[in-house]
């Protein structure tokens, strides 16, 4: 019956005026050095590097790159660290992870501001997702610290040592969240790299330890590429390696790592489908399709990139996805309208521009909203491929942007073989009004983590990670102590 | 903008075919309307907007012609201090100050509405609301607000109301039939739903939260289901149905967060008095201090504004 989709009217008079964040009362540094044993030093090779905006193009800050000494000295100070945090009276330890998170509640608004600075991401989702979530997790794990025996009965825990962690810039400060926070509650010291496009909220996250007087060495922070983290994942001091980001890097890590007794963590890429039945609330699915695909630009390892829609209901959800999608705002990471901020890098827009020409040469219909986006940075609309199948390229590998490919199915069966026909299983997401289907789903669909009737939900008790090729080991709730533990 | 009963075929909606609601969605969905930062230009066109939506109400036991009078003289005159203004949209009034208000109104565009069918319980017998319109209408009445048969309607009784509302349809003749669900008395966003389909498939020119007796009266997710319902009743009929939330809105500041929700559900063509009304009178005085507010840059004391 339903006649014409995706015919409503967005454009026309009542526009909403600029509502930018004020920057004013943001503090940031020309150049920012590495914090090896609770001060900030000079890198070695006194090299530097720049860390841009990627919404404006402009250079926020230089910092330090780190060279195998640097990474050599930071590990060097974790170790020695380790002998004060290691044996502190555990209740103690607590105190410092909640100050830091006391001090990061207090500082939210500078650090939103940062993170959409640097990372691009809408300060809608900086301010209301990420540093809620990092207080969350600071709060959470430091009410673990003295508690560790009851967290894994008739165990002895123990910490590893010395654990190097490697995050990605999708979730800047987040990500340091989920790594420092169980790795201290659970006694060992720490050494971090940022990813190199965005470096500054784990810069300023180190201002922040060093005003908790955490004691110096427990955590170090290290910046650079590719090459710094290498230093860390191959040093022989480290006990312990926790990475996020792409599948690629995993294999190279997980390879370095063969033969070696480091423990580690691996959460990796992801292909997740977010499957809709014809008996689900449609509106709130399609609203659910939004928050899977367009949620940080699309650049979320969990992110809902492949719609499974019924038959039955695909016209009218695609439909109501595309008028729903003409309301999407894409421009300033900083103003509070914003929906879908600045793509990450030139690097990852051209990986996404990769991706939408091999969608089309493949076949596949492109459909992207017409809103208008800035002249400088990078940018990309929110797109759908549609008619495409298992075997398209958009379909299997992980794109990291605001790009869905929609496909349909006929039955529950159906349905599961889709959205397992993949190498990974990070996520996943199923929209019905039965409970006993949801039930169903969950348990026939490999993959870490399944929303049902909502998306990209977070919670630091709910543990977190992949099978196949999304990674090995869980972060997050109880399950993210026992990767930071000696449990003899 | 109403559509004569003969130009549409009214039919009983096939229920089975209507979308379930999730109410957490729903919430959710709102509390990012609500997070839409309205400033300088945009708010002034806002507010603007709002006041040119407002139905100014007064539905008392206690209502008198001179009140009726006075309610009238202030639609007319929001605030001549201000340049510039539009008037409200339309006085909202019992059937038996309908001749009242109509005389008051002569020369100008605002619209007489009248409540009828035994507003606000609907507990009558279809002939008396019949009656209760035609009285309503023959007195002049551009619009006529009615009550759906909550009891029918929990009773499963849907073809009831729907037969009350084609017969109430035919009964308003050229008169806009706002056809109000009293929300707050149906339980659950799925019946909210459910009744708004079957209004506008029955005929209603627009679709009401509530009649103001009853809390809650209008919130933000119930409006929310009912837009989505006229969203959907648009795409399979190309009919504008319009929306009125009544009851509860009274801050500038609630009355900019439904614009926006109005805006990114339904869109540019629903942002005009002819397709969304704001039940409400207390609103219109918040506006016009907002108002004030964004010409002068100070606030002024609620004595400066008329209150009637």
Known sequence: ?488 | MSIPATEFASRFPDLSRQMRVDQVGVEERVARFCKRSIKNQSKVQALSMALSMIDLTTLEGQDTPGKVRQLCQKALHLHDQLPGLPHVAAVCVYPTMVAVARQALAGHDIKVASVATAFPSGQSPLAAKLADIKMAVDSGADEIDMVISRSAFLQGNYARVFDEIGAVKEECGSAHLKVILETGELGTLDRVRRASVIAMHAGADFIKTSTGKIQPAATMPVTLVMLQAIRDFYYETDRLVGMKPAGGISKSKQAIQYLVMLREVLGERWLTPELFRFGASSLANDVLMQLQKQATGVYQSPDYFSKD
């Open chain 1, 1 to 488: 019956m339903v006649r014409e989709l995706g015919k409503l009217d967005f454009k026309g008079t009542w526009q909403y005026a600029a509502a930018p964040e004020s920057t004013d009362h943001v503090q940031l540094g020309d150049r920012y050095d590495l914090f090896i044993d609770g001060d900030f030093v000079a890198p070695a090779a006194g090299k530097y590097f720049d860390t841009i905006s990627p919404s404006t193009e402009k250079v926020l800050a230089s910092v330090a790159l780190s060279s195998n000494v640097d990474v050599d000295r930071a590990v060097k100070a974790a170790r020695g660290a380790c002998r004060v945090w290691g044996r502190m009276k555990p209740a103690e330890r607590g105190k410092y992870i909640y100050r830091i998170a006391r001090i990061i509640q207090e500082r939210a608004r500078e650090f939103a501001v940062i993170e959409s600075m640097d990372g691009g991401k809408p300060i809608r989702e900086s301010r209301d997702v990420d540093l809620p979530l990092v207080a969350a997790h600071f709060f959470y794990y430091a009410g673990w610290a003295d508690k560790l025996e009851y967290a894994f009965p008739g165990k002895r825990p123990a910490p590893l040592g010395v654990a190097g962690q490697i995050i990605p810039w999708n979730f800047p400060l987040l990500m340091a969240a989920w790594k420092i926070a169980p790795a201290l509650a659970c006694g060992n010291t720490v050494v971090l790299k940022p990813a190199e496009t965005t470096p500054l909220t784990a810069l300023k996250l180190a201002e922040v330890i060093r005003d908790a007087d955490v004691p110096p060495g427990v955590v170090n922070i290290v910046t650079g590429a590719g090459e710094t983290g290498a230093a860390i994942v191959e040093h022989s001091d480290v006990d312990k390696i926790a990475f996020t980001g792409s599948t690629d890097v995993g294999r190279q890590i997980q390879k370095a790592l063969a033969g070696t007794a480091k423990k580690y963590t691996l959460e990796l890429g992801g292909k997740a489908a977010n499957i809709i039945f014809e008996d689900a609330a449609i509106d709130q699915a399609v609203e659910g399709i939004v928050d899977g695909i367009f949620f940080n630009q699309g650049h979320v390892c969990c992110a809902g990139s492949r719609l499974l829609v019924q038959e039955s209901v695909a016209d009218e959800v695609l439909g109501k996805l595309k008028d729903r999608m003409e309301t999407l705002i894409v421009g300033d990471p900083l103003d509070k309208n914003t929906d879908i901020g600045a793509i990450n890098s030139p690097r990852q827009l051209e990986k996404i521009e990769s991706y939408l020409a091999l969608g089309r040469t493949e076949g596949a219909e492109m459909y992207q909203s017409s809103v208008a986006v800035p002249d400088t940075g990078y940018w990309c609309r929110p797109t759908l491929f549609t008619g495409v199948s298992q075997s398209n390229r958009v379909v299997q590998e992980e794109i990291f942007g605001p790009v869905l490919a929609v496909q349909t199915f006929r039955t529950m069966a159906e349905g599961i073989d889709k959205a397992n026909n993949t190498p990974y299983g990070l996520s996943g997401g199923v929209w019905t009004d039965k409970g006993a289907k949801i039930f169903h789903m969950t348990q026939k669909i490999r993959a870490g983590v399944i929303w049902a009737n909502t998306f990209n939900k977070f919670d630091p008790t709910s543990p977190f990670g992949g099978y196949k090729e999304s990674g090995v080991g869980r972060e997050g709730g109880l399950h993210g102590l026992d990767a930071y533990l000696s449990l003899g």
